[in-house]
C-alpha cells in the first residue's frame, strides 16, 4: 500500500460563523489517497476543528506515524486497529484514513459503500438542510433567498442578535422546516430555556441543536430537556458512540459527524448505538467538500435528520461525488458506480 496526502483551500460563497467561531471565508482540508499493489484507490479527507484540539498540523503529524504497509483494504478492522495504537486521539486524520481504507475496499468488492455496509441506500428519501451561518440581516436574507429550492434550513444562532437574524430569515421564507444551532452559546439553563421558549413560538422550528455548552453538568441537561418545548440535539456533546449513554438523559438526539469519530466505521457505530439508546440520529459536517459530504451520505440510511451542504456552499470543490438536487440527497448521477462514488476534478492539485 502506498499512501499520499496533500492540502487544499476550500473557499466559501459567503463568510461562514457561529456562536463559537469568527466569520471566515475558506478553509484548509487535507486528503488522504491509498494506493494497493492490484491496482484498488481509496480517497479520504480530513477536516479538523480546533474545538476537539486537532488542527492542520496534528494531522500532518499523525499521517506521518503511520506506516502505510500495515494498511489493507482487506481488512479494515485491523487498520484502524493499528491507527488506535498509534494514538487513541487524532480523529480528524483517522478519518481521513478510514474514509480512504472504505472507498478502496468497496471498490475492491465491487460495491458502493452503503451496498458494502449492509445498508442500501434510498434515492428521493433523504432531505439534507441548508446552513445560513451567523450574520447581518442583510446577508442572511440574501443567503435565504439563495437557499430558495431547499425545503429545509438550518440557522445558526447563539448571539445577542438571534432575534433580528429569525427576523430576516422569516422575511423571506415564514413557513420553511427550520432546525436552529446554538453551537453552545447560552451558558445557563435559565437562558436557554428563555431562548428556546421564544424560538417556539415558530411552529415550522424542528428542533434545537447543542443548546448549551458541551460541559454542562448532566443535571442542568436533564432540568432543560424535561422543560424544553422544542426536541434538543447534542453536538458538542456527543462525539462517538460511547456518549449515548449520557445523551440519553440530556437530550432527544445527536449530531454524527465523521470528522469526530474517526471516519465512516466510528461513525456507523456511533448511530448505532444512538438509535439502540433511542435517540434521534443526525449526520452532520464541517466545512467540507464532497469526499466527506459523500462519506456521510452513505450512512444515510441510519439517520432521521441529515445536515451535509457544505460542499454546496463552497465555490472550489475539488471533487464530485453524491449530489442535492433541490436538497435531496441522491446518488444517481454520482461519477463512479463503486467505493465512494467520487471523482476528482481538475481543480484538484496534481
Known amino acids: 500500500m502506498k499512501i499520499n496526502s496533500f492540502q487544499f483551500e476550500l473557499h466559501l460563497a459567503h463568510e461562514w460563523a457561529t456562536a463559537g467561531s469568527a466569520a471566515k471565508k475558506g478553509r484548509v482540508v487535507t486528503f488522504v489517497e ?32 503511520v506506516d502505510p504497509q500495515k494498511l489493507s483494504f482487506d481488512d479494515v478492522a485491523a487498520s484502524m486497529a493499528y491507527l488506535d495504537r498509534i494514538s487513541p486521539n487524532d480523529f480528524a486524520a483517522k ?29 428521493n428519501k433523504h432531505v439534507t438542510s441548508y446552513t445560513i451561518g451567523i450574520d447581518t440581516p442583510e446577508k442572511v436574507r440574501q443567503k435565504v433567498l439563495e437557499a430558495a429550492s431547499y425545503p429545509m434550513l438550518k440557522c445558526k444562532v447563539g448571539v445577542p442578535q438571534d432575534r433580528e437574524i429569525m427576523a430576516a430569515l422569516r422575511s423571506v421564507a415564514p413557513t420553511k422546516r427550520l432546525c436552529i444551532d446554538a453551537n453552545e452559546g447560552w451558558k445557563t439553563k435559565e437562558a436557554a430555556l428563555e431562548k428556546i421558549e421564544w424560538f417556539a413560538r415558530d411552529p415550522h422550528i424542528e428542533f434545537v441543536e447543542q443548546p448549551m455548552p458541551a460541559g454542562t453538568s448532566a443535571q442542568d441537561l436533564a432540568w432543560l430537556k424535561q422543560r424544553s418545548p422544542l ?67 452513505h450512512l444515510a440510511e441510519l439517520a432521521d435528520y441529515l445536515d451535509i451542504d457544505t460542499n454546496l456552499l463552497i465555490t472550489n470543490d475539488p471533487y464530485r461525488g453524491c449530489s442535492a438536487p433541490n436538497g435531496i440527497i441522491s446518488f444517481a448521477g454520482a461519477p463512479e458506480p463503486t467505493g465512494l462514488q467520487v471523482r476528482a476534478n481538475l481543480l484538484r492539485p496534481a
Open 95 to 123: 478519518a481521513a484514513v478510514n474514509i480512504a481504507l472504505l472507498d478502496g475496499a468497496a471498490k475492491q468488492a465491487g460495491q458502493a459503500v452503503y451496498d458494502f455496509l449492509g445498508l442500501g441506500f434510498t434515492e
Open 34 to 65: 491509498l494506493n494497493s499493489a492490484d491496482g484498488f484507490a481509496g480517497v479520504g479527507e480530513s477536516a479538523p476543528s480546533s474545538r476537539y484540539g486537532e488542527t492542520l498540523e496534528t494531522v500532518v503529524a499523525f499521517l506521518k506515524k
Open 231 to 297: 426536541p434538543l440535539f447534542a453536538d458538542e456533546s456527543f462525539i462517538s458512540a460511547k456518549d449515548a449513554a449520557f445523551c440519553v438523559d440530556c437530550y432527544h438526539g445527536v449530531n454524527v459527524k465523521l470528522i469526530k469519530t474517526g471516519g465512516i466505521s466510528g461513525g456507523f457505530e456511533a448511530l448505532q448505538a444512538a438509535r439502540k439508546a433511542g435517540l434521534k440520529t443526525m449526520i452532520g459536517c464541517m466545512i467540507e467538500s464532497s469526499v466527506l459530504i459523500t462519506a456521510g451520505a
